[in-house]
């Protein structure tokens, strides 16, 4: 059924324990993400070695789909220098908004949030982490 | 019961299990004909020309002035001043009336189970005038602090404004025995009735306030149109906040001088087809008497409490008795997330309300950014709140809770 599609268990286990939720000393980067909406809430901090993110932080409060997205993402960009991050953020956002996307493979974990294509009102919530990382990014 | 969904078109529709009325209400089939009918036939504007589709469009506007006197028990129709709605009533009360009388430290009382439609217009009055706001908490069963009240009393605020029904917990405050007590101390005593008006009978005789604001949209109406009643002494304090056209007696080019009330206060061309459609929705309520609207909520929303309350993990924010509270229930269900639920729920067509519902102050207060809500109208039955429970216990299994 289509609602298992979306909350499926690894977003659920995001969901509940998220990863990666202390704040980081002195980040090198930082952004907050609010969805007026609905009143979901991201930040996001990051230290880097280099052009290397060495330290992240996504906390937040809000949905399933926000949280395990933010959570997924922490987990995703670690390692991954500057240039890695912005395409992998394009690349995720682009799949969930665009019509066709069958770019699961290169997701891994995160590929589960793409059940959310089918619920138009939900992708916000998927993408608030990663729009909040653009703006940590490009600040 | 009720039995009046064949009233509403948008049921046949597909709108399904629509719990999302304290939002706003869907319409009956007689209020869309009447707007219909009227636009397109006598329409024209209205208090200008001599002619005769100007005549009677001007005195079906000013029939929906003396069917709202009606409704809510007024003396006379020049107590009712037809705006926008709820917000727009109470922005005109804060500003117009409390813009001219509120002096540097005068209180203004209101509750934290307030809707952000009456606490961000007093904010704005306050910041012009050096007046202080000031907060009646709630109790731990989701009713307002009675005793709290009485202390605040004490310190003789200015404004006294408080909600008829809470949006959020549903609970219903004694506004007569507020508002008599309030007035003694020399409070002017402001009332949202947005939630409550549509609910239940309501008398502004009997409450004794002097201003009362309401929707026409959550009262089975149209959007874009609502009533701010008032004590005729307390509307001839109040200034316009808006100028224009209809609402002066004489314009010279340096100044002018304003109508009599209530028109001062209905600058330019007011919603005249939504006027005749709020006359309709006053119609079909009375036609079905508003103390069996009331009945049918008390009943539904006894039957929704005790069904919610067998839910597991399930948490209702506001009474859990059916007593002093309406058809407004917020409630949580373990971990899961307000919105998620939303979207489960959704999936079997029903309709709830996930968020802060304008109340954030209430929410912090209870300590959660968001709830679901689930709200009753008229063409609510039983069906929808099973409908309700299925969806919750789905939930459940999904989350694993
Ligand atoms: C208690 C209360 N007050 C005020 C309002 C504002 O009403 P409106 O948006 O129609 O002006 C609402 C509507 O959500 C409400 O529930």
Redesign the pocket.
Known sequence: MALEELYREVILDHYRNPRNRTALEEPHAAAEGVNPLCGDEVTVELTFGGDVVAGVSVRGHGCSISQSSGSMMGEAIKGLDREAISVLSRRFQESLTSEDSNSESEFGELAALQGVRRYPVRVKCALLPWTTLDEALSA | MLDVRQDFPAIAAGAGHFLDS??SALKPRAVLEAMNQFAGTVYANVHRGAYRLSTTSTELYEKARSRAAEFIGASNPDEVVLC?????G?NMVAAGWGGEHLRPGDRILLTVM??H??IVPWQMVARRTGAVLDYVGITEDGHLDRDGFVRKLDLQPRVVAF?G???VLGSIPPAAALAEAARATGALVVV?G??LVPHRPVDVQSIGADFLAF?G??LLGPTGI?VLWGRPERLEEMEPTEGGGEMIANVELDHSTWARIPHRFEAGTPPIIEAVGLTAAFDYLDEIGMESVAAHDAELTNYALKRLSEVEQLRIQGPLTGEDRGGAISFTLGDVHPHDLATILDQRQVSVRAGHH?AKPLMRVLGMPATARASISVYTNNEDIDALISGLEEASGLFGI
Not at chain 2, 84 to 88: D, L, Q, S, W
Request: glycine share 8%.
């Open positions: 304290a939002a926008r709605g709820t917000t727009t109470l307030e809707h439609a009456n909600t029904m809470s949006n949202d947005a939630q929707s949209h959550k609502g304008c």
